[in-house]
């Protein structure tokens, strides 16, 4: 069975830090991986997804990376922003699991001004 | 652009009673269409998921049921609600095939 993990479940950065995000999950056999942004009481909004056979993505200041054979993807922010503050949660596409998506606990961001 | 539509935004209902939470789909047609849960603190519940009109799977044994009676449209129900439903509901969608998954806002519902 597939587990994602996110550490750490909570950061605190001053504004203008560069700062990664780690999501590790068991079973590298995976279709996809997508990164999304939870602010409180909302939904969640997609921000990268990255295929199996894809290292990285890039979007403006966001930085995914994948590396499929250790289990292992990193959001990195460049120049953290306050309005970046949020829940951020990773959530993995194993191969043999159809369509379904299993997600990380999440990592909540606080961007100090 | 694909967008998920939920209603109520916030719902208060007392233990016992029944339960109907509606998504409808703008922007694309046949999307596979996902009820999660998200409780205080915890992570994402996958709770039902529908590829199709009439066609529900169901991924916790639970108190709540799903229909999608049309293309865009999922619904959630429950007969009668239990303390525990109290969560954060979310409806996703997605295009035929393996892309992203997209969200709706949510419907918080406490039980009381």
């Known amino acids: 069975k597939q587990e994602v993990t996110q550490i750490p479940a909570a950061l605190s950065v001053p504004e203008g830090e560069n700062l990664v995000l780690n999501c590790s999950f068991t079973?590298?056999?995976?279709?996809?991986l997508q990164w999304f942004r939870q602010d409180p009481g909302k939904g969640l909004t997609s921000l990268l997804l990255i295929q199996s056979s894809q290292r990285e993505q890039t979007s403006g200041r966001l930085n995914a990376s994948l590396d499929k054979s250790s289990g292992r993807s990193t959001l990195y922010i460049a120049a953290s922003q306050p309005g970046d503050s949020a829940t951020y949660l990773c959530?993995?596409?194993?191969?043999?699991?159809?369509?379904?998506?299993?997600f990380g606990g999440g990592t909540r961001l606080m961007v100090k001004p | 652009s694909q967008t998920i539509h939920q209603w109520p935004a916030t719902l208060v209902q007392p233990v016992g009673s029944p339960l109907s939470l509606e998504c409808t789909v703008e922007?694309?047609?046949?999307?596979?269409l996902y009820w999660y849960r998200q409780a205080a603190g915890r992570g994402l519940q996958l709770l039902f998921y529908?590829?199709?009109?009439?066609?529900i799977s169901s991924e916790v044994p639970q108190n709540l049921s799903a229909s999608r009676p049309q293309d865009r449209q999922f619904i959630l129900s429950s007969k009668k609600l239990l303390l525990s439903d109290s969560g954060f509901y979310l409806c996703?969608?997605?295009?035929?095939?393996?892309?992203?998954?997209?969200f709706g806002p949510g419907t918080r519902l406490t039980v009381l």
């Open positions: 922007g694309t047609s046949n999307p596979n």
């Open positions: 079973d590298s056999a995976i279709y996809n």
């Open positions: 959530a993995v596409r194993a191969n043999n699991a159809g369509n379904m998506l299993t």
């Open positions: 996703a969608g997605q295009r035929e095939g393996f892309g992203e998954q997209f």
């Open positions: 529908s590829v199709g009109i009439g066609q």
